[in-house]
């Protein structure tokens, strides 16, 4: 005969156990870690950030809202605030669609006595 007989061979990791358990993980592990830093991380920065400006907003601030509009805020209530975006035209919004304060007002209270 020209063909010669092939016999199976036995599985050579079936007696290490933990240390195959380990290798298999370690790039799923090392996924994650750097998914954690290069995206969850950054994010929830960026979330806190954007927590403090929209606590931070007040009366006389000219924002930018996520839809483009400009205006400057006349109140600020819960979770909404009034934006007069032309004179005597003012539209109520979302607090959490600001993105960008532009130029921060003055204290309600300053010129009250001049």
């Known amino acids: 005969m020209l063909i010669s007989t092939a ?6 990791g ?7 358990l380990l ?10 870690i750097v ?6 991380r950054p994010q929830q920065k960026r979330m806190k950030e954007h927590r403090a400006l929209l606590e931070a ?8 809202a996520g839809s483009g ?10 979770g909404e605030i009034v934006l007069e975006v032309a004179e005597g035209v003012r539209i109520r919004m979302l607090k959490s ?15 009250a006595g001049k």
């Open 97 to 111: 669609t600001v993105t960008e304060v532009r130029t921060k007002g003055q204290p309600v209270g300053d010129d």
């Open 7 to 12: 016999y199976a061979q036995a599985a050579g």
């Open 69 to 78: 509009i400009i205006g400057k805020v006349a109140k600020v209530q819960d």
């Open 57 to 64: 907003v007040r009366r006389g601030d000219v924002v930018v």
């Open 14 to 20: 079936a007696t290490g156990g933990g240390a195959d």
């Open 23 to 32: 290798i298999q993980l370690a790039p799923l592990v090392l996924i994650f």
């Open 35 to 40: 998914f954690y830093f290069l995206m969850i």
